[in-house]
C-alpha cells in the first residue's frame, strides 16, 4: 500500500500519513468488506483511492486560501487596555 501512495505522492512524510489513514479507515469499516464483491487487495485499493482524493480536496482548498491571502499584509496583533 505505501507503494501506491507513494506513486501518487512525492512527500514521505505525506505519503507516512496517507498510508497510515488507508489502514485506519480500512480497521473502521472492516465489517463492510465483501469478499465476493472482490478480494482484499481491491478493497484497499479503493479505500486508498479515497484517501487520496480527500488529501487532493484538501490540499487544493489551502492552496486556494493560500493565493487568495496572498500579498495581503497579516492583520497587526490587537493589544486592550480594558
Same mark, same amino acid.
Given at each position: 500500500?505505501?507503494? /501506491?501512495?507513494?506513486? %501518487?505522492v !512525492?512527500? &514521505?512524510?505525506?505519503v #507516512? #500519513? =496517507?498510508?497510515?489513514?488507508? /489502514? =485506519?479507515? +480500512?480497521? *473502521?469499516? +472492516?465489517?463492510r468488506?465483501?469478499? @465476493?464483491l472482490?478480494g *482484499?487487495t481491491?478493497? !484497499?485499493?479503493g479505500?486508498? %483511492?479515497?484517501? !487520496?482524493a480527500? *488529501?487532493r @480536496?484538501r490540499? +487544493? %482548498?489551502? =492552496? #486556494?486560501? #493560500? @493565493?487568495r491571502a496572498?500579498g495581503r499584509? &497579516? =492583520?497587526? &496583533?490587537?493589544t486592550s487596555n480594558?
Amino acid at each position: 500500500m505505501t507503494g /501506491f501512495v507513494a506513486r %501518487r505522492v !512525492l512527500d &514521505p512524510h505525506l505519503v #507516512d #500519513d =496517507l498510508t497510515t489513514e488507508v /489502514f =485506519l479507515a +480500512a480497521i *473502521e469499516t +472492516a465489517d463492510r468488506y465483501r469478499a @465476493r464483491l472482490g478480494g *482484499e487487495t481491491a478493497w !484497499l485499493v479503493g479505500i486508498a %483511492r479515497n484517501v !487520496l482524493a480527500a *488529501e487532493r @480536496r484538501r490540499s +487544493a %482548498r489551502q =492552496l #486556494d486560501k #493560500d @493565493r487568495r491571502a496572498g500579498g495581503r499584509r &497579516p =492583520l497587526a &496583533p490587537t493589544t486592550s487596555n480594558v
